[in-house]
């Protein structure tokens, strides 16, 4: 069965360093999210691309997150500098179809990210 | 405000009993509602999808409910068995996005 890929698994950083996570959705899903999720919480959406267009990046912490899916396949979310409050699971989900058509999202195992 | 609140933090029922786990929903107007099961350390998984114009969907052991009028799904889990503990997120979309609300902890003993 197709899964999402993510890595890594886990990272520890020093605050004020970079970091940077990978995710490669299912063959074929043209949607792709990122989420964080704070232990205890549900996963709060990050950005949402449409092949290689963003779609909603509202919730995006923009003056040090970004993200890009350049070919629309496989996506980079980085975090420069990393700042203590960023430690969280980082979420990378796929679908057929965008979030309005109501198609299930498949997770990854996601990034346990650690900021020390 | 948009929020999303599911019931008590934590559920412990025993084993072959019924689970019922609530989703509430404020200032939205969701077309669609999905349930979600997520392990410890791992992405969540989805289980179930309710439309707007359905009353009720089910799979298997699971059923969900939703009345747009209370603002409210209910989550089922009949003969429930140890192997369902896990935390239960129900997902609506927003405006432009899906939103999750934090989780229910089911925990199912012997």
């Known amino acids: 069965e197709a899964e999402v890929a993510q890595s890594p698994r886990y990272k520890i950083t020093e605050k004020s360093q970079a970091v940077a996570f990978w995710c490669d959705p299912i063959?074929?899903?043209?949607?792709l999210y990122w989420y964080r999720q704070i232990l205890g919480q549900g996963p709060e959406l990050l950005v949402q691309?449409?092949?290689?267009?963003?779609?909603?990046d509202s919730q995006l912490p923009k003056d040090r997150f970004s993200a890009e899916r350049l070919k629309g396949v496989d996506s980079t979310l980085k975090i420069q500098p990393a700042e203590l409050g960023d430690s969280a699971m980082y979420l990378c989900a796929s679908s057929l179809g965008t979030s309005g058509t109501g198609y299930e999202q498949y997770f990854g195992p996601g990034t346990r990210l650690t900021v020390t | 405000s948009q929020k999303i609140e599911q019931n008590s933090e934590a559920l412990n029922i025993q084993e072959g009993k019924t689970a019922t786990l609530t989703c509430n929903y404020t200032?939205?107007?969701?077309?669609?509602l999905q349930w979600y099961r997520q392990d410890p350390g791992r992405g969540p998984v989805f289980l179930l999808l309710i439309r707007e114009n359905e009353k009720e969907k089910r799979k298997e052991r699971l059923k969900v409910t939703f009345d747009t009028t209370l603002k409210q799904s209910l989550f089922h889990i009949t003969a429930s068995q140890p192997a369902d503990s896990a935390t239960y997120l129900c997902a609506l979309r927003g405006n432009n996005d899906m939103r999750f609300g934090a989780g229910t902890r089911l925990t199912v003993k012997p």
């Open positions: 200032n939205y107007s969701p077309a669609y």
């Open positions: 691309f449409q092949d290689e267009s963003v779609v909603d």
């Open positions: 063959s074929g899903h043209a949607t």
